[in-house]
């Protein structure tokens, strides 16, 4: 039962375009929710984060939408770099659990 | 201040084997959750201890076990190798066991079982 979905498992965007990673939950006791960014041979980093009272927080050039009606959140990227070419991890939680999603690997070509 | 430190970085073992790998968190975090990473499959996630306690324990078999120690660094342990185990196996910590600040991740282990 994937709880915390990422339907997209990749995506690619021309440099300075909008990136925009999308990802669904299930499960409406998650009031936390965050992403992250991993490169190869790398652990994941935090990137940016969006508690259940809010709906929008943004970070630079890195903006978290989240929906709660439609257990729906996404990331955008604006403007997209090559240097944000990465794997994209979506993650929801509460104080027992933080689930992951699949990941969507971004791709920023010139 | 020094990272999540995992060792060792690459381990290849046999089928039937056991392995443990070992996380050093953050100097100060009291929480450590170890997550499976493979293609397709994202991070699964293993288990949480917290002050030496296992407090979550995710869907895998009874071969996957860790612990904590007083110092909060963590091992966890495989036991009779399958070839389905091979994975970026990473720990994360965090100060205490609320999910708000997310997790600082360490680089990670890849087993590779052959």
């Known amino acids: 039962d994937q709880q915390v979905k990422q339907n997209s498992p990749s995506l690619s965007v021309q440099e300075g375009r909008i990136s925009i990673l999308n990802c669904d939950y299930t499960n409406s006791m998650f009031d936390y929710f965050l992403w992250y960014k991993k490169y190869p041979a790398e652990g994941p980093t935090f990137l940016i984060s969006?508690?259940?009272?809010?709906d929008k927080n943004e970070d630079g050039r890195f903006t978290v939408f989240l929906n709660k009606s439609a257990k729906h959140l996404s990331l955008h990227i604006v403007p997209s770099q090559p240097g944000d070419s990465a794997v994209y991890f979506c993650a929801a939680g509460n104080t027992d659990k933080l689930i992951f999603g699949t990941g969507t690997r971004l791709q920023v070509f010139p | 201040k020094a990272g999540v430190t995992q060792t060792p970085r690459y381990l290849i073992k046999t089928r039937g084997q056991q392995v443990t790998l070992s996380c050093s968190p953050i100097s100060g975090h009291r929480s450590v959750s170890w997550y499976q990473q493979t293609p397709g499959q994202g991070l699964q996630f293993l288990f949480e201890y917290f002050s030496e306690t296992q407090r979550n324990k995710g869907n895998f078999p009874g071969r996957f076990s860790g612990r904590q120690f007083s110092n909060s660094r963590s091992e966890m342990n495989v036991s009779t190798l399958e070839l389905g185990d091979s994975a970026l196996y990473l720990c994360a910590s965090s100060q205490g066991r609320g999910k708000a600040r997310g997790y600082t991740f360490g680089s990670g282990t890849r087993l590779t079982v052959v």
């Open positions: 969006i508690s259940s009272i809010k």
